[in-house]
T-cell receptor, first 115, second 112 residues
Framework: GAVVSQHPSWVICKSGTSVKIECRSL??????MFWYRQFPKQSLMLMAT?????????EQGVEKDKFLINHASLTLSTLTVTSAHPEDSSFYIC???????????FGPGTRLTVT | SQQGEEDPQALSIQEGENATMNCSYK?????LQWYRQNSGRGLVHLIL?????REKHSGRLRVTLDTSKKSSSLLITASRAADTASYFC????????????FGQGTILTVHP
């Protein structure tokens, strides 16, 4: 149990376009999901906390107008990278918090390449 | 901000040897977790140790926690080539809603 999926697993987009990444909890409901970004050979950096039915909470230095987060249901959060630039190329990982066991379950990640 | 710092940043060993990775954190915690990440892949949860625990075992993994020193260690015994991966510690601080701060990670290479 406690599986989290992400779609797509990888995406290439042109500079200036927007791309949406989905994060789904497949067998549990999650009122809280998290979005992380990971650059090559670095650790995961928390970008934002996605709360079902309310606005996301962004970490310091993360532009909320550039990284739009929507958590419209208890099993789905989306991250939209708007007006993507090559420096946005990264590995984006989501996770879902299962309150029942207090653990966080991670998706497999999405590799974004902006050309 | 990154709280956890891990050392070593990279560790290279032979199959069969033990690997020890250390992690430090800055604030009080409810628990500390260790994750593994194979290159370019998602995270695999290895083990969670609560603040009132000092040691925990899971198969070939042994985790210790010293809250007085705000540090934890992960020991992998009898390592295998398949253990080659990056290992991260993560803590949720004093929160109960899962917001994790990750350490910088240790890249472990196990040579066959």
């Amino acid at each position: 149990g406690a599986v989290v999926s992400q779609h797509p697993s990888w995406v290439i987009c042109k500079s200036g376009t927007s791309v949406k990444i989905e994060c789904r909890s497949l067998d549990f409901q999650a009122t809280t999901m998290f979005w992380y970004r990971q650059f090559p050979k670095q650790s995961l950096m928390l970008m934002a906390t996605s709360n079902e039915g309310s606005k996301a909470t962004y970490e310091q230095g993360v532009e909320k107008d550039k990284f739009l987060i929507n958590h419209a249901s208890l099993t789905l959060s989306t991250l939209t990278v708007t007006s993507a630039h090559p420096e946005d190329s990264s590995f984006y990982i989501c996770s879902a918090f299962l309150a029942g066991d207090g653990e966080q379950y991670f998706g497999p990640g999405t590799r974004l390449t902006v050309t | 901000s990154q709280q956890g710092e891990e050392d070593p940043q990279a560790l290279s060993i032979q199959e069969g040897e033990n690997a020890t990775m250390n992690c430090s954190y800055k604030t009080s915690i409810n628990n500390l977790q260790w994750y593994r990440q194979n290159s370019g892949r998602g995270l695999v949860h290895l083990i969670l140790i609560r603040s009132n625990e000092r040691e925990k075992h899971s198969g070939r993994l042994r985790v210790t926690l010293d809250t007085s020193k705000k540090s934890s260690s992960l020991l992998i015994t009898a390592s295998r080539a398949a253990d080659t991966a990056s290992y991260f510690c993560a803590d949720a601080g004093g929160t109960s809603y899962g917001k994790l701060t990750f350490g910088q990670g240790t890249i472990l290479t196990v040579h066959p």
